[in-house]
């Protein structure tokens, strides 16, 4: 069964350095969505993206991060200067039609970062 | 503020009978609702979805149940079994550009 795949399962950054998380979609698949859960906290949206653009975004996804598909498969989340608060996990989703909300989304196993 | 919340943090229950898992919104507004099943480690997981336009939809195993009037959902799993342990958290949609999660049942099934 086709899955989302995250890499890395676990990154730990210093502090102000800058992380890259990355995703590979379902291949099929046409939205593509970041969203963090800070540990013993709820799941929070940060960004859905469709045919190479940010088509939403919450109030957490400022300007410290960006999405990217720099190619046919990868789905990347970066995060510049991060800070100690950015310490979460990471999930990547996708779902296939380009219906935002009202579509199956698929969730990859997640990348727990770890600011120190 | 509005908010999506969760009745209990946790459930018990014997294997094969049937759960239900509550979960309180505060947004009128809500059109579009999902129930997520998380296991330790995992990413969530789709379980069923409701748009406001209907009151109940069944899955295998899983019913939703949506009451607008006093801003309610719930999901029933019938015939519970070990391997539907999870945290279950509600989530929904009001046509913004957001999606609002609730913190989470735990169930636990006991054999």
């Known amino acids: 069964e086709p899955e989302v795949t995250q890499t890395p399962s676990h990154q730990v950054t210093q502090m102000g350095q800058e992380v890259i998380l990355r995703c590979v979609p379902i291949?099929?698949?046409?939205?593509f969505y970041w969203y963090r859960q800070i540990l013993g906290q709820k799941v929070e949206f940060l960004v859905s993206?469709?045919?190479?653009?940010?088509?939403?975004k919450s109030e957490i996804f400022d300007d410290q991060f960006s999405v990217e598909r720099p190619d046919g498969s990868n789905f990347t989340l970066k995060i510049r200067s991060t800070k100690l608060e950015d310490s979460a996990m990471y999930f990547c989703?996708?779902?296939?039609?380009?219906?935002?909300?009202?579509?199956?989304?698929?969730f990859g196993p997640g990348t727990r970062l770890t600011v120190t | 503020g509005e908010s999506v919340g969760l009745h209990l943090p946790t459930l018990s229950v014997q294997e094969g009978d049937n759960s239900i898992i509550n979960c309180a919104y505060s947004?009128?507004?809500?059109?579009?609702f999902i129930w997520y099943k998380q296991e330790s480690g995992k990413g969530p997981q789709f379980i069923i979805d409701?748009?406001?336009?209907?009151d109940k939809r069944q899955g295998q195993r899983v019913t939703v149940l949506l009451n607008k009037t006093v801003k309610h959902l719930s999901l029933q799993i019938a015939a519970t079994q070990p391997g539907d342990s999870a945290v279950y958290f509600c989530?929904?949609?009001?046509?913004?550009?957001?999606?609002?999660f609730g913190a989470g049942t735990r169930l636990t099934v006991k054999p």
């Open positions: 291949s099929n698949h046409l939205y």
């Open positions: 947004n009128s507004a809500s059109d579009y």
């Open positions: 989703a996708s779902s296939e039609f380009a219906g935002g909300w009202g579509y199956e989304q698929y």
């Open positions: 409701i748009r406001s336009n209907m």
């Open positions: 989530a929904e949609n009001s046509g913004d550009n957001d999606m609002r």
């Open positions: 993206f469709y045919n190479n653009e940010i088509s939403e």
